[in-house]
């Protein structure tokens, strides 16, 4: 296909395009920001990088975020 050309949606493709049409008309759309400062967070995941490096891991920010998460919800 070239990128000039439609594809006429067919079956549950189509009733899915519906739908979320229908509810992006319908649902308002809603987001909400908090600053916040995370210095200690990066120098703590800093600190921490040649060790996860020794252990063969590539260390991310999500175990951290997963953890006060959880810490939160408890």
């Known amino acids: 296909l070239e ?3 439609e594809t006429p949606l067919t ?3 189509r009733l899915m395009a519906k ?3 229908e509810s ?3 649902i308002p759309s ?3 920001f908090e ?3 995370a210095t200690r967070l990066v120098q703590l995941k800093e600190k ?3 060790e996860a490096g020794k252990e063969g891991f590539k260390l991310t920010f999500m175990p951290y975020f997963l953890r006060a ?3 939160t919800l408890s």
Do not use: N, Q, V
């Open 30 to 32: 809603f987001s909400y």
């Open 48 to 50: 921490m990088l040649p």
């Open 11 to 13: 079956g549950i493709r």
């Open 3 to 5: 990128p000039s050309d």
């Open 24 to 26: 992006h008309a319908h």
């Open 69 to 71: 998460l959880s810490l």
């Open 19 to 21: 739908k979320m049409e």
């Open 35 to 37: 600053p916040a400062d």
